[in-house]
Structure formats: structure tokens, C-alpha cells
T-cell receptor
Framework: QKEVEQNSGPLSVPEGAIASLNCTYS??????FFWYRQYSGKSPELIMF????GDKEDGRFTAQLNKASQYVSLLIRDSQPSDSATYLC????????????FGTGTQLKVEL | DAGVIQSPRHEVTEMGQEVTLRCKPI?????LFWYRQTMMRGLELLIY????????DSGMPEDRFSAKMPNASFSTLKIQPSEPRDSAVYFC???????????FGSGTRLTVV
């Protein structure tokens, strides 16, 4: 079992819809969770991080964390074509020091 | 701040040659990470440093890979000898810890022919 798993997609949503991206992790002791966006040919850029169970909102983005079920999700409201990218989930695995373990990413396509 | 600076942006080399990738972290960041990204395996951590000291090099594939951080503003990743399977994008990232996540450099696209 991979430590951090994501559906590779592509996930296609129409412009203006809500995109829902999911990530599961294997280590129950994981403490912190991050979402990065990566455009094709570019480097990952941090969108959000979340540490506590529940929701965290930042503009059109909402991160959701459920430690009991070991999943974290990212919702993008009012999706725009400019949101089309690969979204990477990253987890600070317990006992892993300060390193982040990344999922392989979900490709999102927002269609006009 | 100019962000994390990596050089070169692209490197094409022949199998067997030595390759050196360079990274300048953000000033004040005391953690530096080297990742490799491929389509098949995604982002893999190779090694990371804290205050210029290597903390975890368990991701370094084999003895052909080595990394150094002689001071707080410079790190190198060296591959000697290079092989075609080393072809990937190599990212350097820096941070002040995991609380705020990492800032990535633009990456070095390495092609070994």
C-alpha cells in the first residue's frame, strides 16, 4: 500500500462547477497535510495546508481532513479553466522528521 | 526574495558523464530538500538537510548519487556516472519546517542519452 494515494484522473468538470479531489494516507500518526498545484512543466506551488479535523477555507478552496478515516480532500468552488493542473497531496508522515511524502497527483481539467 | 534558485534549468548529457545540479535556498530557510519527479513514480524525496547537515538520505538511489550543503545558501546534487534511468526533473525545495510547507525551485530537467 502506498503511503499517500490519489486517483490519477483526469477529473473533468465544467467551468463554474465544484471540483472535488481526494487523498488517502496510510499512517494514522500523520500530523500535517498539504495540497500543491502543479501546472504542466512547472514546479509545485503550495495552495493550502491543514492540521486539524474539519474544514479550512481559503477563497475558492476548501481543505477537509478526517483523521479517523485517513483522508484529506480539496474542494475548488466555481472552477475556472485556469484551475486545470495536477493537484498533489502531501503528508508529513509520523516519525518522518520534517519531510513530506507526496501522492502521485490528480489531473484536473476544467472545461469551458 | 527571489525564491529557490536552481541551475541549470535543462541538462542533456551522455551516459557515464558526471552531472552536478545546484540549488540556492530562500534566505532564512534552514531545511533544504532534493526531490526527483518522474511520470511513473511522482515526486520522490532523495535527501534533506537541516542547518546544512544531512538528516535523511534514505531516498538516494545508489552510490552514484551524492549531495552536499557546504553552507546555508548553496547545495549540490551530483550524479556520477549518469545513466539513462536518471532522466527526470530534479527539484530543490526549502522551508523553515513543515508547518508552512515547502517552496520549490523551478527544477532541473535532466536527460541522459
Amino acid at each position: 500500500q502506498k503511503e499517500v494515494e490519489q486517483n490519477s484522473g483526469p477529473l473533468s468538470v465544467p467551468e463554474g462547477a465544484i471540483a472535488s479531489l481526494n487523498c488517502t494516507y496510510s499512517d494514522r500518526g500523520s500530523q500535517s497535510f498539504f495540497w500543491y498545484r502543479q501546472y504542466s512543466g512547472k514546479s509545485p506551488e503550495l495552495i493550502m495546508f491543514i492540521y486539524s479535523n474539519g474544514d479550512k477555507e481559503d477563497g475558492r478552496f476548501t481543505a477537509q481532513l478526517n483523521k479517523a478515516s485517513q483522508y484529506v480532500s480539496l474542494l475548488i468552488r466555481d472552477s475556472q479553466p485556469s484551475d486545470s493542473a495536477t493537484y498533489l497531496c502531501a503528508v508529513n508522515i509520523a516519525g518522518g522528521g520534517n519531510k513530506l511524502t507526496f501522492g502521485t497527483g490528480t489531473q484536473l481539467k476544467v472545461e469551458l | 526574495d527571489a525564491g529557490v534558485i536552481q541551475s541549470p534549468r535543462h541538462e542533456v548529457t551522455e551516459m557515464g558523464q558526471e552531472v552536478t545540479l545546484r540549488c540556492k535556498p530562500i534566505s532564512g530557510h534552514d531545511y533544504l530538500f532534493w526531490y526527483r519527479q518522474t511520470m511513473m513514480r511522482g515526486l520522490e524525496l532523495l535527501i534533506y538537510f537541516n542547518n546544512n547537515v544531512p538528516i535523511d538520505d534514505s531516498g538516494m538511489p545508489e552510490d552514484r548519487f551524492s549531495a552536499k550543503m557546504p553552507n546555508a545558501s548553496f547545495s549540490t546534487l551530483k550524479i556520477q556516472p549518469s545513466e539513462p534511468r536518471d532522466s527526470a526533473v530534479y527539484f530543490c525545495a526549502s522551508s523553515t519546517g513543515t508547518e508552512g510547507g515547502y517552496t520549490f525551485g523551478s527544477g532541473t530537467r535532466l536527460t541522459v542519452v
